[in-house]
């Protein structure tokens, strides 16, 4: 069973939907022990990073989501749910994040913000995310993202006036800064992808 972690912040209906259509038994989970019976988490999230970081922790999110990742379990992290996995934010102030993964969230150089629409993202071949999938574009929503690459990790990046992580595959994480299940058919190829990997 793949859970969808409902702790009060994402679009968690349309990801259930989005998942689900892989097959699989795709449940909205927002009890933490029901969630580590799952064989797969997928944390959401839309809004402020604080905001969600607040919700997460006190919906019991934090120990969820590190007992997940120290199991080895696969955990999805979607837009803003991908940048809590991360050490810090600085959107309205200086925040900490879960920790899971290495680097810190800024905000964009850009003219416009947010971005809000659909962009294209720099594939490379081994991923596995996005085997299958190339000169594609995805679903994006968001002012803040992270800049650098993951050590040791499958980065792919997108640019809006500057390059950023678009997605990335680091263990037994993967996490995509746009939202696959807004992307129609190649944000629906790309879930599939990582449910073949379960």
């Known amino acids: 069973m793949i859970?969808?972690?409902?702790?009060?912040?994402?679009?968690?209906?349309?990801?259930?939907?989005?998942?689900?259509?892989?097959g699989s038994k795709v449940e909205i989970v927002s009890e933490p022990k029901v969630a580590m019976g799952a064989s797969a988490l997928?944390?959401?999230?839309?809004?402020?990073?604080?905001?969600?970081?607040?919700?997460?922790?006190?919906?019991?999110?934090?120990?969820?989501?590190?007992?997940?990742?120290?199991?080895?379990?696969?955990?999805?992290?979607?837009?803003?749910?991908?940048?809590?996995?991360?050490?810090?934010?600085?959107?309205?102030g200086s925040h900490k994040g879960i920790?899971?993964?290495n680097g810190d969230v800024t905000k964009l150089q850009a003219q416009i913000l947010p971005q809000i629409g659909w962009n294209k993202v720099e594939t490379?071949?081994?991923s596995k995310l996005f085997a299958g999938i190339r000169d594609e574009s995805f679903y994006f929503v968001h002012s803040y993202a992270i800049k650098n690459g993951v050590l040791d990790a499958v980065n792919t990046f997108a640019d809006y006036d500057e390059k950023f992580l678009a997605a990335l595959e680091f263990e037994n994480v993967c996490a995509t800064q746009f939202h696959?299940?807004?992307s129609g058919k190649a944000g629906l190829k790309l879930i599939k992808n990582w449910v073949d990997c379960l």
């Open 42 to 92: 997928v944390v959401p999230g839309v809004g402020a990073f604080a905001a969600c970081m607040e919700q997460i922790a006190n919906s019991g999110g934090i120990d969820l989501i590190e007992a997940f990742y120290k199991s080895g379990k696969q955990i999805f992290g979607i837009c803003v749910g991908m940048q809590v996995l991360f050490k810090t934010s600085s959107e309205k």
């Open 99 to 101: 920790g899971i993964l």
């Open 180 to 182: 696959p299940e807004k």
């Open 124 to 126: 490379v071949e081994e």
């Open 3 to 22: 859970a969808i972690f409902d702790y009060g912040s994402g679009n968690i209906r349309s990801a259930q939907k989005a998942f689900a259509t892989t």
